[in-house]
Each structure stands twice: as C-alpha cells, then as structure tokens.
C-alpha cells in the first residue's frame, strides 16, 4: 500500500476500533424486525390495484348517506379509469367510534379526548385509573410508559408496543423487558382495580417471563393470554401457572375473538399462509396461501386480510373472509395513491384504516363494498415517513 | 440463547464499527445496525449457508445505508438545541489523520463504502463489488479516484 492508503486504513482503524459503542437489545431487533414486517405488507398494499374506484367515486363524491353494504361477494372487476382522488376531498363522515390515537392525544370511543405527556405515541390504553402508553422515536426502541390517574409518569420500560385488552375491558396485557435480555416479562393485570385499593398501579399482575419472538400480547382469553411470535416461532397460550403452551398450528397470531375461541394470523412455518384456528383445540379451520390476516370482526364471524402473494408481491388488495369458513365475502383494492397504514374493524359492517396520500394522512371509513369516507380530518404527511400521527388504540 | 442470539453477540460490535465508518455518527449508525439486524433476523430461517453470514449481514448493513440515504426524510436537517455528538472519546488525531476522516466523511455513500470496506474490512475488489452489487472495474476506478482525490489534500511526505 502507499502512503496515503496506509495513512487511510491507520485513520478508518483509529476512528472506531476503541470506542465503547453501545450493543442492540435484542428485543429492539425484533421489535423492529415485527414494523418491517408490518410496512412490507403495507407497501405492498401500496400497489394496489385502483378496483374500487368505480365502486366508491359515487360515494367519495356523496358520502351523506351510507351505502348499505351486500351480503353477496362483491366483484372486484378491475377498471382502466383511475381519476386521481385526493384524500382531502373524500367526504367526511362520522369520527371513529373505536378508540384512536391523534398525536400525542387519546381519544376514547366515545370521542373523550386526553392529551398524554409523551410525544411519539404509537399506542395507548386506560389502565388503573391512568394509561399504559407506547412510545417510540426514530432512534429509541420501543418503550411502555405508565401514567397515573393525574398524567404522571410512574415508570418507563423496555417493551413491546401492543397492548391487549379482554373483551369487556377488563383485563389488560403487556409486554416489558428486553433492553438487555432476549427476554420479555409478559404481564396481565385487571384494568380497574376496587376504590380500596390504596394503590391501584402496584395492585397485583400475573406475569411470565418469555422469549422475545414470543412476547407479543394479541388476545385475552379468561385469564389466559394469546402471545403472537415472529416467523419461527410459535405462538404461545400463557396461562401464567403452567409452561406457556406453544400453539403448534399458528406461527403468527394477528387477532383473538374471545367468545368464539377463534385465533387468527398465519400458519406455522409458511409466513404467507393464513389461518384461523379454534382457539380450544388449536385445529386449524381454514387456510390460504398468499393471504395475511388482520383483525378478525367484532361479532367474530369475519376476518380482514391483505393479499400478499409470496411475500415479495402481492396485489396488496383487502379480503373479508368468513371466521370460521374462509369463505371470501369481500374483496376490494385501494384508491390509486391511497396507502392504508394500519386497519382495523369499526363495527361489523365497517372497517377504519389510518391511510397516507401524498402528503396528507387521515382516519378512512370503508364499506365492505368499498366506499369509502374520511372519519377524520386531514393532517399533514411527510411521504414515505410512515410517521403517521393517526393510529388505533386496542379494541377490547 | 437462539442460534442468531448467539450471532448476535458474537459479531454485533463488528457491524457496529463498521456502520459507524458508513454513516460517522453514533445515533444513526445505531439505526443503520439495528434495521439491518431486524432484516437479517427476519431472513434467519431462510439462510442455507451459514458459513456466509458474516457477509450477508455486512451487504444489508451496506445496501440499507445507501437506500437509507436516498430517502428524502433523511436528508431533512433537524435543527436541535442539542450540542452534535463528539467526534469520539478521549482519542487524539493528529492532524494529518483528522483530515484523512474530514475526507473519508466528505465521499459520496457508495465511494465511502468502497473505501471502508477496502480499507478497513480488507475486502478485495471483487468481494466489494459483490456486496455493492456493482463491477470490479467499478470499485477500482472509486477506488482509485478517492486516493488520488486524497493525495492531493496531503502534504507531500504523506501521501
């Protein structure tokens, strides 16, 4: 080497060899492994064919009236014209009638709106009179903060970002732990506590520990709780007594229905394959390759999914299946240049998705036919961010 | 521990070197290590040869901070009250060394990649060209101009 080569590798060696450079938590890892996850499918929805448009123009232009939505399959016929919508002139409809996440503001169902101390809030739940929140930024893992009933910060840990709330609400579970250990303390502690409590935020809370890929609160059954995992690894039934129980069908599990036992998410070991599952006998009802499964309806009789092919392509187009069949009832793309971030069921006949167009973000209503309307305002949207300020708090 | 929590540890702090040279502060090469860990994790089970990983994890790191770099929110300047981030600790460069790194921090993201991963990983020309996904002749020729470029700031004893 000459002079200026060695004087390069001596200056790149000296630069970082002895710096005390700080590690990565693996929970970090795999918590930011599970957002990749979620934006690929999100990206992929990004290409959505414009199939919907021709359905949803007439109601985008008048949205005063709710179209009925069929009980029939809906032809998701493809059509050349793609007029360009822009999401501030979709009609605005009612607001959210599900709890929802605006900035750094918690807006309870029935439209109760709580400004929370914390910026970069991707999600939070009432909890003990306060709030569990979870909190993120470009360089910080995600942290789980709780808030007393005055807003006060009681601690701030580790974590994982999901909640699960029991149907009914009252239960609440939630993962923290990882910032030095792959694992994660999976807890689940009533959501209310009696007045006489003296103090209701260290009142007693069942906790497991578990391993990272496996911590994931997804659903509350009794006092059992659905852990989701990542790709390799299965997910887990903890009953906080016994070893969890792996769930030897289900790699992913995406969404629970407590009543009808049904888990929903994808099949173990084909991360492309969706199912659903009886939650009692963890049989699998019904499965579909290409498919991934969302959130299943709140009667529990349908489940939403996103098309994505073999991982790398897909149509990126929504499915309504039936729960316990698999039976496609719906099937519908998004509006050219509308990128749905996040979606989840408002009633049974209704679907909320958290959608980006071009610089804009709001809360969009759909239809199972699919028109749509805007159920928010519309805030600003820094393109290709994925810092949307808009999310879905849990949904007991 | 899992056979990645395993590789984890053993081989994170390389990547960590190594994103630091890419990206010259410590925040984002923590970023950079830390989503092309979550891509290598989600690929884990995919991978036949593990006798490659080490490089496999290195193309990641490298492609991400030159996608990442072309991301139009990256480039936004933030202003902050908050004084930059030292250029390291308790480490005296001379100053013949000092502008070696002011230049090294000046190439544009794929030139930077190809002197670091020359010059500090000691790949050859066409395992760099590999893990850039360009040609050999293509590495030589960034090669060649960066030193050239790098000769002319110095003085003549050095270079």
Same mark, same amino acid.
């Given at each position: 080497m000459t002079g200026a080569e060695d004087l390069l590798a001596e200056t790149l060696h000296e630069r970082v060899d002895h710096r005390d450079l700080p590690s990565t938590p693996v929970g970090d890892v795999v918590t930011r492994a599970r957002r990749l996850q979620r934006r690929r499918r999100v990206r992929n929805g990004v290409?959505?064919?414009?199939?919907?448009v021709v359905l949803a123009t007439p109601f985008v232009l008048d949205a005063t009236q709710r179209p009925d939505t069929s009980p029939q399959p809906t032809d998701p016929s493809s059509s050349d014209a793609n007029p360009h919508v822009l999401l501030k002139d979709v009609a605005l409809g009612d607001p959210p009638a599900v709890a929802w996440i605006d900035g750094s503001d918690y807006v309870a169902a029935d439209g109760t709106r709580t400004t929370l101390?914390?910026?970069?809030?991707?999600s939070a739940t009432p909890y003990r009179g306060g709030f569990l929140v979870a909190v993120t930024g470009p360089d910080l893992g995600p942290r789980v903060v709780l808030l007393d009933s005055d807003l006060r910060e009681v601690w701030r840990r580790c974590g994982q970002g999901t909640f699960a709330v029991s149907s009914g609400g009252l239960r609440t579970a939630y993962s923290t732990g990882g910032c030095r250990s792959p694992r994660l303390t999976l807890r689940l502690g009533a959501t209310e506590v009696p007045?006489?409590?003296?103090?209701p935020l260290s009142a007693d809370e069942r906790a497991q520990d578990l391993p990272t890929e496996q911590s994931i609160p997804v659903g509350v059954v009794g006092e059992t709780v659905i852990a989701g995992a990542l790709p390799g690894a299965r997910s887990l039934v903890v009953d906080f007594v016994r070893e969890p129980t792996p769930i030897?069908?289900?790699?992913e599990a995406r969404s629970v229905d407590e009543e009808l036992h049904l888990v929903a998410g994808q099949l173990a070991g084909h991360p492309n394959t969706a199912a659903v599952i009886d939650?009692?006998?963890?049989? /699998? @009802?019904w499965k579909r390759k290409g498919w991934a499964l969302e959130d299943l309806s709140p009667d529990g009789s349908m489940v939403l999914g996103i098309e994505i092919g073999?991982?790398?392509?897909?149509?990126?187009g929504f499915g309504v299946f039936?729960?316990?069949?698999?039976? /496609? @009832?719906h099937q519908f793309g998004q509006l050219a240049g509308f990128q749905a971030q996040q979606t989840v069921w408002e009633d049974d006949q209704h679907l909320l998705s958290v959608t980006t167009e071009g610089s804009t973000q709001a809360v969009v209503r759909l239809t199972l036919d699919g028109a749509i309307e805007r159920a928010t305002e519309t805030l600003p949207y820094v393109a290709?961010?994925?810092?949307?300020?808009l999310r879905f708090a849990p949904r007991p | 521990m899992t056979d990645f929590e395993s590789w984890l540890v053993a081989r994170e702090p390389a990547l960590q070197r190594l994103a630091l040279l890419l990206t010259g502060d410590e925040h984002s090469a923590q970023d950079l290590v830390q989503t092309s860990l979550a891509k290598l994790y989600l690929a884990w089970d995919r991978l036949?040869?593990?006798?490659n990983l080490d490089a496999y994890a290195r193309r990641i790191l490298v492609n991400e901070h030159r996608t990442a770099w072309r991301r139009p929110w990256r480039r936004r300047e933030v202003v902050t009250d908050a004084p930059p981030?030292?250029?390291?600790?308790?480490i005296e460069y001379d100053g013949g060394r000092e502008v070696v790194w002011e230049f090294v921090a000046s190439l544009p993201p794929r030139q930077r990649a190809v002197i670091v991963l020359r010059?500090?990983?000691?790949?050859?020309e066409a395992e760099i060209a590999e893990v850039l996904g360009v040609s050999p002749g293509t590495v030589k020729s960034q090669a060649s101009r960066a030193i050239a470029a790098l000769r002319a700031r110095l003085p003549e004893e050095q270079s």
């Open positions: 290409v959505a064919a414009a199939v919907v101390p914390l910026d970069h809030v991707t007045a006489s409590v003296s103090n030897r069908s289900l790699g939650g009692g006998h963890h049989t /699998v @009802l073999d991982g790398a392509r897909g149509s990126g039936d729960a316990r069949t698999g039976e /496609v @009832l290709d961010s994925q810092d949307v300020a | 036949d040869d593990r006798d981030d030292r250029a390291g600790p308790a010059y500090y990983e000691q790949l050859t």
